[in-house]
């Protein structure tokens, strides 16, 4: 799940991130569920996979690829869930930079992210903003 | 129209698990003497593990169709710390017929014991008509 690192410097609008493929293995699905103690259960009887393990995943395949100075905070995040995937499914997240901007006393950075099935049916999108120290 | 409220207890056991199942091993969230070193003055939980709990909200509300047509636009306000507890409440603002469905549009906060808002946002979701 790693990918070649780039540094927030050389990022610019439109920078595609290397697609990440990952399999939403039960053990990791259970492991989040318990972490954040969600005994629904539609994910155990249906074997539908938490969208929000999806986009867990999904930015875990992201920050392996960014390096964010110290200092950066998470402030918002974007997410619409277009179809359901299941446990055992491959799916692959895409990221690509929608904008580099500064404001005030901060640069702003806006990340789009997709991830799709195998059937390259699309199950989430979103876009995740960070806010960063000038240095 | 309010939601049932969820309240969860953020511990660092559960940062701990969030942190395997989401491999976000940044040392802010499970390093405690890093963490103490740091402007935070010590570890706080993954946004998107709080976030997980408007989701939770959010199913247990409308089951299966949140988790296939959910859309969901959160702010960060505040970070949660092990010990917090965070209330979790929606409310829906506006509900809109559409063909063959009716799209709910809630706004939805997290906040901890000291009613400080950590997360806000706003969630839509289409159930059938």
Same mark, same amino acid.
């Given at each position: 799940?790693?990918?070649?690192? =780039?540094?927030?410097?050389?990022?610019?609008?439109?920078?595609?991130?290397?697609?990440?493929?990952? $399999?939403?293995?039960?053990?990791? /699905?259970?492991?989040?569920?318990?972490?954040?103690?969600?005994?629904?259960?539609?994910?155990?009887? %249906?074997?539908?996979?938490?969208?929000?393990?999806?986009?867990?995943?999904?930015?875990?395949?992201?920050?392996?690829?960014?390096?964010?100075?110290?200092?950066?905070?998470?402030?918002?995040?974007?997410?619409?869930?277009?179809?359901?995937?299941?446990?055992?499914?491959?799916?692959?997240?895409?990221?690509?930079?929608?904008?580099? /901007?500064?404001?005030? +006393?901060?640069?702003?950075? *806006?990340?789009?992210?997709? /991830?799709?099935?195998? +059937?390259?049916?699309?199950?989430?999108?979103?876009?995740?903003?960070?806010?960063?120290?000038? *240095? | 129209?309010?939601?049932?409220?969820?309240?969860?207890?953020?511990?660092?056991?559960?940062?701990?698990?969030?942190?395997?199942?989401?491999?976000?091993?940044?040392?802010?969230?499970?390093?405690?003497?890093?963490?103490?070193?740091?402007?935070?003055?010590?570890?706080?939980?993954?946004?998107?593990? =709080?976030?997980?709990?408007?989701?939770?909200?959010?199913?247990? *509300?409308?089951?299966? *169709?949140?988790?296939?047509?959910?859309?969901?636009?959160?702010?960060?306000?505040?970070?949660?710390?092990?010990?917090?507890?965070?209330? /979790?409440?929606?409310?829906?603002?506006?509900?809109?017929?559409?063909?063959?469905?009716?799209? =709910?549009?809630? %706004?939805?906060?997290?906040?901890?014991?000291?009613?400080?808002?950590?997360?806000?946002?706003?969630? $839509?979701?289409?159930?059938?008509?």
């Amino acid at each position: 799940m790693t990918q070649p690192r =780039i540094e927030y410097e050389k990022l610019t609008a439109g920078y595609e991130f290397v697609p990440t493929s990952f $399999k939403l293995d039960s053990r990791m /699905v259970m492991a989040y569920l318990k972490a954040v103690e969600d005994n629904n259960r539609i994910y155990k009887e %249906d074997k539908i996979a938490p969208p929000m393990a999806i986009a867990a995943l999904a930015m875990a395949a992201l920050s392996s690829g960014l390096d964010l100075p110290p200092g950066a905070i998470h402030v918002s995040q974007e997410l619409e869930f277009i179809n359901t995937a299941h446990i055992d499914e491959m799916l692959t997240s895409y990221a690509r930079v929608n904008r580099k /901007v500064e404001r005030g +006393k901060f640069h702003m950075l *806006s990340i789009g992210i997709h /991830v799709e099935n195998q +059937k390259k049916t699309t199950v989430i999108t979103g876009e995740t903003s960070f806010i960063l120290p000038l *240095s | 129209m309010r939601l049932p409220e969820l309240k969860r207890l953020v511990t660092q056991e559960h940062i701990n698990l969030y942190a395997e199942a989401s491999r976000d091993f940044n040392p802010i969230h499970i390093d405690a003497e890093f963490a103490r070193q740091t402007p935070l003055g010590g570890t706080i939980a993954h946004g998107m593990l =709080i976030l997980s709990y408007i989701s939770q909200l959010m199913t247990n *509300s409308f089951g299966e *169709s949140w988790l296939g047509t959910g859309k969901l636009s959160a702010r960060f306000k505040a970070p949660a710390r092990p010990g917090d507890t965070i209330t /979790v409440s929606g409310k829906i603002t506006k509900m809109q017929k559409d063909e063959g469905s009716i799209s =709910i549009y809630c %706004d939805v906060a997290c906040q901890n014991q000291r009613n400080e808002p950590v997360i806000i946002g706003e969630t $839509k979701v289409r159930v059938k008509a």
